[in-house]
């Protein structure tokens, strides 16, 4: 081997060690996705009695926050598009959670807001959260922590990320 050929090998070497791709469970966004995954097989076994899957359920806290809402503004409070937040709100509407309406003072906005039977959903969530806590295996202190750091990535997250809707 010549000279020249082992420098370019060397070079080489060092140049696929500078672009080594980190491992997964180094990732943020891996452990991120990874805990999403697991918090949503954790509310299943608490949601499935009430009928509800875990996105109907947030579009629930949500609206029970404020209603009526438009669909924009469910959409933003809970991070999603009208194309994928519309088929879940008819689903809901279909099983007697929420109704939708046309706003009267603009026609060209949908309000939804729960009907009875998904305020009589209210009642029961203290179970859910109480089931939930059960199965945290971090202490009170350390969820809350983790919530206020979660919280302010997401805020500045949406800062970052230019909107494509």
Not at 111 to 118: M, Q, R
């Amino acid at each position: 081997m010549t000279t020249t050929e082992t420098t370019t090998r060397q070079a080489s070497a060092q140049d696929a060690g500078a672009l080594e791709v980190p491992r997964l469970d180094q990732q943020l966004c891996f452990a991120l996705y990874s805990a999403s995954g697991l918090m949503t097989k954790l509310y299943r076994p608490l949601l499935d009695p009430l009928g509800l899957t875990y996105p109907q359920y947030l579009a629930m806290l949500a609206l029970w926050q404020h209603s009526p809402s438009t669909i924009g503004e469910l959409g933003a409070a809970l991070g999603l598009d009208s194309a994928t937040l519309t088929p879940l709100i008819k689903r809901m509407e279909a099983g007697g959670l929420v109704t939708r309406r046309r706003d009267t003072a603009d026609e060209r906005r949908v309000l939804v807001e729960p009907t009875a039977k998904g305020e009589a959903l209210r009642a029961k969530m203290k179970d859910v959260q109480e089931g939930l806590a059960c199965g945290m295996p971090l202490e009170r202190a350390e969820l809350k922590a983790l919530h206020g750091t979660l919280t302010r990535l997401v805020a500045g997250l949406r800062e970052a990320t230019p909107d494509r809707g």
